[in-house]
């Protein structure tokens, strides 16, 4: 089973910009869709964008729409989730996780494997 590691979290200001990674342990990586969730104190994990095997096909939730790139570099089995333009709302630990099936899966139940999270933190 594949095991990931998130980076790049810190203490931002709004407006700036910030990217975390999600390295993999196994080349199996490539043959994985992989996305990112986020949860904020008191709040349920939410999905923030999903990324095919390929890199060919990307999701996004419509609060990160426009402001969040989600990319991958499979020579490196590492995800990225590149935030621009964050708000004090963007406030989360932010989990990647992998998921072996086909589709673009948005629910955290569709994911198989998952990451320990970073912290993110957006000051106004």
């Known amino acids: 089973q594949v095991q990931l590691v998130e980076s790049g979290g810190g203490l931002v200001q709004a407006g700036d910009s910030l990217t975390v990674s999600c390295t993999a342990s196994?080349?199996?990586?490539?043959?994985?869709?992989m996305g990112w969730f986020r949860q904020a104190p008191g709040k349920e994990r939410e999905f923030v964008a999903a990324?095919?095997?390929?890199?060919?096909?990307?999701n996004y939730a419509d609060s990160v729409k426009g402001r969040f790139t989600i990319s991958r570099d499979n020579s490196k089995n590492t995800g990225y989730l590149q935030m621009n333009s964050l708000k004090p709302e963007d406030t989360a630990v932010y989990y990647c996780a992998a998921a072996g099936s086909r589709r673009i899966a948005t629910r955290t139940h569709e994911y198989d494997y998952w990451g320990q999270g970073t912290q993110v933190t957006v000051s106004s």
């Open positions: 990324i095919t095997y390929s890199g060919a096909n990307t």
């Open positions: 196994e080349r199996t990586f490539s043959t994985f869709n």
